[in-house]
Structure formats: structure tokens, C-alpha cells
């Protein structure tokens, strides 16, 4: 007679399978998954300069005043990239006011 608990070889291959499954979802979490993680920061970006372009003077102000915390230009300088050259970079939205209206400003 044996003693112990004995676990089928179903139950060792699923819990092998759960193991692999939750290991590649925490590298995924850690490094990040490229077009997800493009895509929300640059959601992040627009949606914090269309704030202040909104609460600037309620959009009463060229959107080219409105600075972006991101290297637009890809010139090595934040600091130089404003809210016109993104909507035109990465939204497609050449014109101020296709920018306004891509923040939802009143009138737009």
C-alpha cells in the first residue's frame, strides 16, 4: 500500500502550461508590449496637452503655444515640440483647427 498523494500526469501537464502562460504575461507586463504601450503613451501625451490647451484659455490659443513632452522632430529636444507638429505627425491632422477638434474643443 502507498502512502502519499499521487497527481495524474493531466494535472502536472496543465499546471506546466498555466506556469509557461503566467510567466509570459509577466514579461509582458515588465517589458512592455510595443504597439500597446506606443499607443497609450501617445494617447497619454495628447490627452495632457489637449488639457492644456483646453484650460489654457479654452482653446483661445494657437495650438502651436501648447508644448508636448515628447521629441516630435526627432531632433533630440523635447522642449522644441508643440501641439501642432503632433496632431500633424501622429493623428494626421495637418490644420489648427483639425488639432482643436481632435481635442474637443467647443466650436470645433
Known sequence: MKKGVELPINILVIVAIAVIVLLGLVALYFVGFNPFSTTAGLEGIKNKACQQLVQASNCNVATSTIPVSYDVLADGLATNDFLD???????????EAACKALCSCPGY
Open 85 to 95: 507638429a503632433f496632431c500633424a505627425e501622429y493623428y494626421g491632422r495637418p490644420t
